[in-house]
């Protein structure tokens, strides 16, 4: 079996930097066609979109490091350590790309989200007016920084939820008959 531990890293910050960049796509896709984020099926439509890019890049990040750098064999515990890191440097590298999508690229965004928020709550009867006023607050002081800031718990949460969850399907234990297999053939 080769080095997990030289291996794990660079295979890691590979895919999670993959990850980053696809959701980023799709973050400036999303944006370049006016894609309306608060319809009912379209948020979640593009909530199974997400969850599947995340869960492509987790697979193949431990199918990779199973198959190509510890010949065929992957414990539960180093997958998931692996996508614990991939999710880390992707939850990074994606907070930074959304800071300087925020703030350069974009920057009229995070107000229009808010005036889209906003008017969809006072549209609703059955919103009262506190939640109302607690969410303009919210969205007053809302800066690209702080943005990204409040992301972090939700993207932590989401990254160990499904490294344990995918780590499980891509754990493979060695071949127990290989050994035998191989001093029967010598012999």
Not at 9 to 17: D, T, W
Request: proline share 4%; aromatic share 14%.
């Amino acid at each position: 079996m080769k080095n997990y531990q030289s291996n794990m890293l660079p295979n890691a910050a590979l895919f999670g930097l993959y990850w980053a960049l696809a959701s980023f796509i799709l973050t400036l896709l999303y944006w370049v066609f006016d894609i309306n984020l608060f319809s009912v099926g379209m948020s979640v439509f593009l909530g199974l979109i997400n969850i599947g890019v995340m869960i492509l890049f987790l697979w193949l990040s431990n199918k990779t490091l199973r198959d190509k750098y510890l010949d065929g064999v992957l414990t539960y515990g180093q997958g998931f350590l692996n996508l614990l890191v991939t999710g880390l440097v992707s939850m990074v590298v994606g907070g930074v790309l959304m800071y300087i999508f925020y703030k350069f690229i974009a920057p009229d965004y995070l107000p229009k989200m808010g005036e889209k928020i906003m008017a969809m709550l006072q549209s609703n009867p059955n919103v009262p007016m506190e939640a109302i006023e607690k969410t303009q607050a919210k969205f007053a002081n809302m800066t690209p920084e702080n943005s990204v800031i409040k992301s972090i718990p939700g993207s932590l949460g989401f990254i160990i939820a499904f490294s344990l969850i995918v780590s499980a399907f891509t754990k493979k234990k060695p071949d127990i008959f290989a050994a035998e297999n191989t001093t029967e053939e010598e012999n």
